[in-house]
Structure formats: structure tokens, C-alpha cells
């Protein structure tokens, strides 16, 4: 089964799904026409969404310089393996577990990505060859063909998401999710497990009025006590900011963990309390769920602030100190 375009009359394009399973092609769904080369690249993509609902999964290349070009792909349908099993299990049918692109019959590049049982993607394997390979259909069994080396591996919470994200000989990204799980509040590289901590307050934690804090809407007052376990061993860096009076301030202390946990014991209010390795380093951010993001603290705790209009359309970028990076106004074009 693959996707062609099928020059009309009209001198417009029609996006077909074929079959050519019995010898004869056959036209199993028009997905669209048009004329335009936008609307044809687009009813071209969603064609291929629909190729892995139906029988046969290859999409051959119409648009390149080569019809002897083709694009294989192989979905959770065509394995007999433990690693589709869970994935069918939920009809989740329609995620390439292999792709591999083909030039004059030869392969020349190939992915295979596995998943975790709710359909994320988690491992990504990625073929390396310095030549083209003259390549028969893969043994579908589950195992990683040869030739194929791991380059990716992802985590994720038992909300999906994403916890770590790591390329193969490199750093390790790690993230930390807040408002009910649902944004992403911290963000460490070249992190480890148990290597790191954040509170910025706009949870339960927080209890002073609203907007009187360094970044979001909260802080805390009557100090912070929190022991984090565990811990890796090893020397880190604890940042917060305090206020004292009407103004905040920036505090760091370096930190040695020998028994596998620290007790953080600050005083006053406080906000954004960070606690990570010193081979590490840690972004975090703020949000306003109802417009988006309000504050970026990167790894040196230098903020930027983002503000919005009543009509929840950014407006300032601020640095720290109040000063104005950027403006930006807004005007409707009169219909005349």
C-alpha cells in the first residue's frame, strides 16, 4: 500500500491511498485534491496517518526526484513480539516501530523506536552505515536489527511525563513537573537520579499573599524545613531567595551529602529553593495556567519575567530588575 498523486484534468492533484495486494492497483481512498503545494505536502502527511489503520504498510515517494525511492514503514500490527503486544493491547496501531528509507533499493538510513505500554516513545535506535546496504524485510520478532546502535533513551512519571531524556555518550536532561503535574517547573542537565530538588512554592507549600514572592504568584513565609532523601553522595549547590524588608535577595551555600540526605533549613520567607550536584545544572520556571509562562530562572538564577495583556497575549519580557527587553503592541486593521 503506498500514496500517490494523481494529476486531474483540472490540473489539480489527487492524494490516493493504492493497493496493489492482488496484482492490480486499486484505489483505496482519495484523501483530497488541490492545486495548491501546501495543501498537497498536507494531504500527503495525512495520508500517511492513515496508511498503518489500513492493510499493508509501505508508503513509497511520489514527490522525489525517484520513484525507485520509498519509505518503509512497520507498525505494532506486523510484529508478533512482547514489545507490540501491550501496545495493541490499548489499539494503539498507529506508531511506526521501524522505519527505513530506501534509495535505489538500497537502504541507506532506519529508525527503530520502541515504546512504553501507554504508546511514549522511550528508545531510540538509529541505523549507522557508511554505505549503502542492499537490506531484506527484518525478522519481526522484536529484537534491534543489526547495524541499528541505541541513541536515545526517555522516561517518563506515572502521569507520562517526561522525566529524562538522555543521547547516547551524553548528558542526561531530567525534569520536574508541577501545577498538578501538568507543566514542567525544573529543568536539570547532566543530572542523576536522587541528584536534585526544587520547590518554588506554587503548591500547597506556598503560603504568602498572592504576588508577594521573586517569581510566580507565592512564596513562603515562617521559614522552610524539608529533609530530601534520598540523595546521591557528594558536593551540591543550594540556592534560594529571601526577602527582607521590600526587597529580595540571592543566597547560595555549598553543600556536602555523606549519608545519603540533607535537611534544608532556611528562615524567613523564601522562594525558589534549589538543590543540585555542582556537576549539574538546574532551569526553572513559573506559569500562569490561564496564559502561559511567567518567569524563567536559567542556570545562574538570572530571571527573565514574561507579563500579558487582558486578552492573555504576551506583552513585556523584563529582566530581574524590572527593565523592559521587549514590548509588544497590538493593533486590528481596520476592514476598510
Not at 516513545?121 to 554505505?131: A, R
Not at 543521547?167 to 543530572?191: L, M, V
Request: hydrophobic share 25%; net charge positive.
Amino acid at each position: 500500500m503506498f500514496v500517490r498523486g494523481k494529476k486531474n484534468k483540472s490540473s489539480t492533484i489527487s492524494v490516493q491511498i493504492i493497493d496493489k495486494s492482488s496484482g492490480s492497483y486499486r484505489v483505496i481512498k482519495t484523501v483530497g485534491s488541490s492545486s495548491d503545494p501546501d495543501e498537497i505536502a498536507y494531504l500527503r502527511k495525512k495520508a500517511y496517518t492513515i496508511i498503518p489503520t489500513l492493510i499493508g504498510q509501505t508508503s513509497i515517494d511520489f514527490w522525489s526526484d525517484s520513484t525507485a525511492d520509498s519509505t518503509r514503514y512497520w507498525y505494532p500490527k506486523e510484529y508478533n513480539s512482547i514489545v507490540s503486544k501491550p501496545l495493541l493491547s490499548r489499539h494503539i496501531i498507529a506508531v511506526p516501530m521501524m522505519e527505513n528509507y530506501y534509495k535505489n533499493g538500497n537502504l541507506v538510513s532506519g529508525k527503530v523506536t520502541r515504546y512504553n505500554n501507554l504508546g511514549n516513545p522511550c528508545q531510540i535506535y538509529l541505523l549507522e552505515t557508511d554505505k549503502p546496504l542492499f537490506y531484506t524485510n527484518p525478522i519481526l520478532d522484536g529484537s534491534v536489527p543489526s547495524g541499528f546502535v541505541k541513541r536515545l533513551d526517555m522516561n517518563y512519571d506515572d502521569n507520562q511525563n517526561l522525566t529524562s531524556i538522555q543521547k547516547s555518550d551524553d548528558n542526561k536532561t531530567s525534569y520536574i513537573w508541577g501545577y498538578d503535574n501538568d507543566k514542567p517547573i525544573a529543568e536539570i542537565n547532566n543530572s542523576v537520579t536522587n541528584g536534585y530538588y526544587f520547590n518554588n512554592f506554587e503548591n500547597s507549600d506556598g503560603n504568602s499573599t498572592l504576588n508577594d514572592c521573586k517569581t510566580g504568584r507565592k512564596s513562603k513565609t515562617g521559614g522552610f524545613s524539608k529533609r530530601v532523601t534520598p540523595l546521591q553522595n557528594g558536593n551540591y549547590v543550594l540556592t534560594w531567595w529571601s526577602k527582607s524588608g521590600n526587597t529580595w535577595s540571592f543566597n547560595s551555600s555549598s553543600v556536602s551529602v555523606t549519608n545519603g540526605s540533607y535537611l534544608i533549613s532556611l528562615s524567613g520567607q523564601v522562594d525558589d529553593v534549589r538543590l543540585h550536584l555542582k556537576s549539574s545544572t538546574m532551569k526553572t520556571y513559573t506559569y500562569d495556567t490561564l496564559v502561559g509562562l511567567t518567569s524563567v530562572s536559567d542556570e545562574n538564577n538570572v530571571i527573565t519575567y514574561y507579563e500579558y495583556d487582558n486578552s492573555g497575549r504576551l506583552k513585556y519580557i523584563k529582566d530581574q530588575d524590572g527593565n523592559i527587553l521587549q514590548y509588544t503592541d497590538y493593533y486590528y486593521r481596520s476592514a476598510n
